[in-house]
Structure formats: structure tokens, C-alpha cells
């Protein structure tokens, strides 16, 4: 385990997971702000159990795929990195690169909480703290 996956996605958690069980992967994957050591910053983790390698690309990085590689989290598929400074309405995508023939993807969240608007097809952080949520009587 990295300092990018601890403790957000945790033995427990990886647990849970690798078994079928963990019901709130929503609060684990996808773009989450976060403070981490005083900084504050997102959280990113996508499940990709079949990349080489994984990176997170967006404005903050100058869609450069170099700078933010993500660290796999022990046995699940699950890559993770948190990255300070990058916060609400940052738009971002993943940058998956294939064990089979290094094929290279950039895709958006699947686990996101928005997106752009298309055309165009970035993800975008989202703080879901304090939403008010209207299908109460749904």
C-alpha cells in the first residue's frame, strides 16, 4: 500500500471489494476532495485490473501524462493517487495504458460525479457534501 491509496482505500476496504461486498464503492472510487496532511487536494481511483500503468490528466497538469501516475492498490485493479491542489470543477480524465499490446486510452470516470458537457467528454471533481438530494419521497 502507497501513501496515494492510505488510508482513503484501506485493507478493509480492499477486502470488501476483492469479495464482491464493499456497497459503497461510490465513496472510494472516482474524484473526491480530500485534506491529506494539511493539504487539501482530490483523491482519484478508477478500477482498471488490466493496465500496465494508469495516470490522471486535466488541466492542472497541463493534460500531461507523465506528471500524475497512480499507484495500484494492493490486489484489486484499483489504481489511486491524491493530488494536491486540484480541487472542485477541475476537469480530468484517465490515461490507461494496456498490458495487452500497450495500447494507450484516455477515458473519463467511470464512477464520476460530473462531466463536461459535450462535445466534449472530461469528468469533472464534485463535492457531494452538503447536496441536497430531492428524491426524499422517491
Known sequence: MT??????????????FNRGTHYRLYD???????????????HFAVWAPNAERVSVIGDFNDWNDAK??????????????????????AIYKYV????????????ADPVGFAAEL????????????GYAWGDGDW
Open 3 to 16: 501513501k496515494a491509496t492510505e488510508p482513503f482505500f484501506g485493507e478493509l476496504d480492499q477486502h470488501l
Open 28 to 42: 472510494k472510487l472516482g474524484a473526491h476532495p480530500i485534506t491529506r496532511d494539511g493539504a487539501a487536494g482530490t
Open 68 to 89: 500524475n501516475p497512480m499507484a495500484t492498490v494492493g490486489e484489486t485493479g484499483v489504481w489511486a493517487t491524491f493530488l494536491p491542489g486540484v480541487g472542485v470543477n
Open 96 to 107: 490507461i495504458w494496456s498490458r495487452e499490446g500497450g495500447l494507450r486510452a484516455e477515458k
Open 118 to 129: 459535450r462535445p466534449r467528454s472530461a469528468s469533472k471533481v464534485c463535492d457531494l457534501d
